[in-house]
């Protein structure tokens, strides 16, 4: 691990929370924006205004995921402010200064992800999320009401939401600000731009004008609005479950070499990490009863290494991914989750798409290892699927099953494997409901190269040693173009942005050198800029 900072843990749970409250209200939560000042990750700066660093918005993340999965009786959550004046004055500014380029990155990548989960609720649980932007939302707070279905503003002359990055801190937001505020809200390209160049934002009536909130609501009937409308939003939701399921905090096994939980362990060595997740040693239970169930717990496991890995490990830039146990086993658990048998199992399988999207947009370069004894079959294919190239073992098997052709889509909507040979018909013909030795797998594209024992060590040593001499840089933007291949949609735009445009403009000068508007920010002395166009 590098650095002298203790590693960040995305483990948490609510009686732990510093930031937000989670109250209810029969089928409708309130998460509650509070932001204890003194409750930095890192020390050296302060959460003022309801700024917020990677420890809030891990807060944030975990609520999301617990309404999802212990309260099935909640159709609607609003999001709110602790704080009578303010919404949420976004990312805070000290933090990213003092910041290393890293961190920025992999901060604005995981809040990213933070709010596309609250999107996927929306769509796929029947959780509509309402803002209740009851003081001046700008930047990154402008940002989280922007992933909510809905916005309602107060209007006191006095609150505004805003986008002021570009002319505040010469970088641009960091959370898919200006890619909502067009695909999502559709505001007019003329209005948008004025919007993300006018660091005091837009108020009340011109805000719904503009399509920025969908309400402008007096003070005085302001909290009585919201309860309206979360009330219609709940009615609306065919959102169905009875018992959820409490999700245990985790508590994985941390070495200078090794991140092991029960179902996926991380073997770290020197700039390399092999990650294997393990088949399930049990029978299929009758119906799922806690968060032991194998296909919850290895997502949870596999999200938090995730997680772990990208933030903790920065230097440590091949994973290489393999899988162990009994293939059968795995596809019996998918069996019983196939179809719409319940509400769990769908939540269960959006987690798993979630933190495969998620390894999609992770910024290394990632390599399968297919071997006899691995158990690569339908969603565990997906894994090696989502991988940049795949190594096949003589006597190893993989499995295609109808779990591959959508179950789990990518960033772009097609499933890996569409994306894989580009939309052709063919091609997933001819692999549909295949179990393939390591010759037929090579000979139908799915894996990069077959190989035999007599080669397997020296390829896959020298394989893993070339990778490993290229540039970090130029492997980072080959392989986010490489992986998203078919159309363009708003994720896809979001984490594509941020991976060139965003990453580029945070190691400009104009932002964050010496003399640059993060250096600058707050001081009086404007930034200098480099005025050539590049």
């Known amino acids: 691990m590098s650095g002298s900072e203790p590693p960040v843990s995305f483990q948490t749970r609510p009686d732990r929370y510093r930031h937000w409250r989670m109250e209810f209200d029969d089928d409708v939560a309130y998460l509650v924006m509070d932001v204890d000042e003194q409750g930095g990750l890192r020390p050296g700066y302060e959460l003022k205004l309801n700024s917020y660093d990677l420890g809030v918005d891990i807060e944030l993340y975990d609520a999301v995921q617990r309404l999802r999965f212990e309260h099935p009786e909640v159709r609607a959550v609003v999001i709110t402010s602790g704080d009578e004046k303010v919404f949420c004055a976004g990312a805070n500014i000290r933090m990213l200064a003092a910041a290393g380029h890293p961190w ?32 001046t939302a700008s930047g990154g707070g402008y940002e989280i009401a922007l992933a909510c279905d809905r916005i309602l503003l107060i209007d006191d002359r006095s609150a505004a939401v805003s986008l002021p990055e570009v002319p ?28 993300a160049t006018k660091p005091e934002g837009v108020k009340g009536r011109t805000a719904v004008e503009w399509g920025l909130v969908d309400e402008a609501v007096p003070r005085s009937r302001f909290e009585q609005t919201v309860r309206e409308r979360a009330r219609q939003a709940a009615t609306e939701s065919a959102r169905a479950g009875e018992r959820g399921v409490t999700l245990p905090m985790l508590e994985p096994e941390i070495s200078a070499d090794r991140v092991a939980y029960r ?28 968060a032991d169930f194998w296909p919850l717990a290895m997502t949870r496991e596999l999200d938090d290494l995730i997680l772990w890995l990208r933030t903790n490990e920065p230097e440590r830039g091949t994973w290489v991914v393999k899988t162990t146990g009994d293939i059968d086993a795995v596809l019996a658990y998918e069996e019983a989750m196939t179809g719409d048998k319940d509400w769990l199992a769908a939540e269960i399988r959006h987690y798993y798409k979630r933190t495969l999207k998620r390894l999609d ?29 795949q190594y096949m073992l003589e006597g190893a098997e993989i499995v295609v099953t109808e779990a591959n052709f959508g179950a789990f889509p990518m960033a772009n909507g097609w499933s890996r494997l ?47 040693e070339e990778r490993a001499s290229l540039s970090p840089d130029a492997l980072t933007g080959m392989e986010a173009n490489h992986r998203f291949a078919g159309p363009e949609t708003m994720e896809t735009k979001i984490f594509g942005r941020l991976s060139a445009w965003q990453n580029w403009i945070f190691t400009r000068p104009g932002a964050s050198g010496p003399d640059g508007a993060l250096s600058k920010y707050g001081t009086g002395v404007r930034a200098t800029f480099d005025r050539k166009r590049v």
Not at 114 to 127: K, L, M, P, V
Not at 277 to 289: C, G, K, Q
């Open 418 to 464: 569409a994306s894989r040979f580009h939309g052709e018909d063919e091609p997933l013909r001819d692999v549909r409901g295949r179990r393939l030795g390591s010759e037929e797998a090579e000979e139908l594209g799915l894996v990069t190269l077959a190989l035999d024992d007599i080669d397997w060590d020296d390829e896959i040593r020298i394989a893993l």
């Open 263 to 290: 179902h996926v362990t991380a073997e770290l060595d020197g700039d390399r990490v092999t990650v294997t997740i393990r088949a399930p040693e049990d029978a299929v239970p009758p119906e799922v009863v806690d």
């Open 361 to 389: 947009v992770t910024s290394r370069s990632l390599v399968a290892l297919v071997e006899p004894g691995s158990c690569f079959a339908g969603a565990l294919l997906e894994t090696a699927l989502a991988c940049d190239r």
């Open 104 to 135: 920025k990155v992999n901060f604005c990548k995981f809040t990213n992800e933070t709010r596309c989960g609250i999107e996927d609720a929306s769509e796929h649980s029947g959780q509509t999320y309402i803002a209740a932007v009851n003081g």
């Open 168 to 195: 505040l801190l010469g970088v641009l937001p960091g959370t898919g600000g200006l890619t909502r505020v067009v695909d999502k809200r559709r505001v007019r390209r003329d209005r948008a731009d004025v919007f």
